[in-house]
């Protein structure tokens, strides 16, 4: 008892293993978050820039986004990581030594499916209940920042619009938006009027509270259409505009609260939907979102097998294509639970038919990858000789066992 009770403490080959791993793991992490963000971070900044909006709105929303892109990211780190370092091992023949002195591959796969384990943890964690909230408040930002259309900080030649009735310009604007030349303001604020501004300068004054923020105008001229009556004009040194720093917002609610769409919910909000209900949502919409989020986490630790056994290549074996049917593999496998996902949403298939049955073959798959690459049933069936039998000592390596002979 105690004997196997310290075999399954990390030894020696164990931390070796481990300590391998995690600069490859960091690295393929970081460079598929930042392909993953790429694209949307240029959508954004469009978006953000049309609008006027800071760049404080602009770090929300990307933290807003890692939640949902990690989820995508973390197994192909995994997968890619797990993949260099028995390729690497392999290449420099570390894997024919361990099997030669009787370490299997499976022994050898045990801290990464171990590693794999964990990260299946967090990733319960991530999909079932950190991503929902990310994902509302990512649609809730992106729905005011989109619609505020106002920012204080202004730049040369954009048009900001603090309200649907206050549109703002300037052909020059410099210090960090605070000053500004050839100023050209349009107020509709009053219906039975309209006032054309314009000044040969201008000073922005942002308030530390939620005052109205001031507007200094310098040598400029007001030009007011009563529509009915001929314009009036005014020239003026100085005058002072005034306008809340919210704009839009003063009249703009919340869109709607969180759980109006079954991805913002958690998986104990999904459970309780199934059983009572909830409005507005489909029944068959909340368990497929479950039996998804629960198929793409248990199929995490089955990774590392899949890697371990593309990653060995054969005797003077130079290429081997490995890590492209890795990533056709899982590729697949999560475009077949996207397809399973929908079947079950709009069609009222069973789950366990079109969500757990590719599971089930894909985690299948990976166990029988590594079995073959081992030898097969046959070499894990084949009875050992007792003059080669073989214990691993306590660091996790090989210690010859001697026939005990009366």
Same mark, same amino acid.
Request: with cysteine; net charge positive.
């Given at each position: ?31 598929? &978050?930042? =392909?993953?963000?790429?694209?949307? @971070? ?9 609008? /006027? $909006?800071? *760049? ?101 030649? &954009?048009? =900001?619009?603090?309200?649907?009735? @206050? ?9 960090? /938006? $605070?000053? *500004? ?226």
């Amino acid at each position: 008892m105690r004997r196997g009770l310290r075999g399954l403490m990390p030894g020696t080959l164990d931390h070796y293993l481990l300590q391998q791993v995690i600069p490859p793991f960091s690295i393929s992490l970081g460079v598929v &978050m930042a =392909a993953l963000l790429l694209e949307r @971070l240029l959508a954004l900044f469009n978006l953000l820039a049309s609008n /006027g $909006s800071s *760049m404080k709105t602009f770090v929300s929303l990307l933290t807003d986004l890692v939640p949902h892109y990690l989820g995508l990211a973390l197994p192909a780190a995994m997968c890619v990581s797990v993949f260099s370092v028995i390729r690497r091992m392999s290449q420099n023949h570390e894997i024919d030594a361990l099997m030669a002195s009787g370490v299997s591959m499976f022994r050898i796969a045990r801290p990464f499916i171990v590693v794999g384990t964990v990260l299946g943890v967090l990733s319960f964690s991530l999909y079932g209940f950190i991503q929902p909230y990310a994902r509302y408040n990512y649609r809730s930002a992106l729905y005011f920042a989109s619609h505020s259309g106002w920012t204080p900080h202004l730049q040369s030649h &954009m048009f =900001a619009a603090p309200s649907h009735d @206050l549109m703002l310009t300037a052909e020059k604007v410099d210090d960090a /938006g $605070s000053r *500004m030349f050839k100023v050209f303001i349009r107020d509709n604020s009053n219906h039975d009027l309209t006032r054309y501004i314009t000044a040969r300068k201008g000073y922005l004054y942002i308030p530390d509270n939620d005052e109205k923020i001031r507007l200094d105008l310098i040598d400029g001229t007001i030009i007011t259409d009563r529509h009915d009556k001929n314009p009036s004009v005014i020239h003026f040194d100085h005058t002072t505009e005034l306008f809340s720093p919210h704009g839009q917002l003063d009249k703009m609610k919340a869109n709607r609260t969180r759980g109006q769409t079954e991805r913002e919910l958690t998986l104990p909000e999904l459970y309780h939907g199934i059983r009572h209900g909830i409005d507005g949502i489909r029944h068959s919409y909340l368990v497929a979102e479950l039996h998804f989020r629960l198929a793409r986490t248990v199929a995490i630790p089955f990774i590392p097998l899949l890697a371990c056994a593309l990653a060995v290549m054969a005797k003077r074996q130079k290429r081997s294509l490995g890590l492209p049917i890795a990533a056709v593999a899982l590729v697949g496998f999560d475009h077949t639970l996207q397809m399973g996902l929908s079947l079950v949403a709009n069609v009222h298939m069973s789950p366990l038919l079109v969500i757990w049955l590719p599971t089930l073959v894909f985690a299948t798959c990976c166990v029988w990858a590594l079995v073959w690459r081992c030898g097969g049933l046959r070499i894990l069936m084949m009875p050992e000789h007792p003059s080669s039998r073989r214990e691993l000592s306590p660091d996790g390596l090989p210690r010859r066992v001697q026939d005990a002979r009366p």
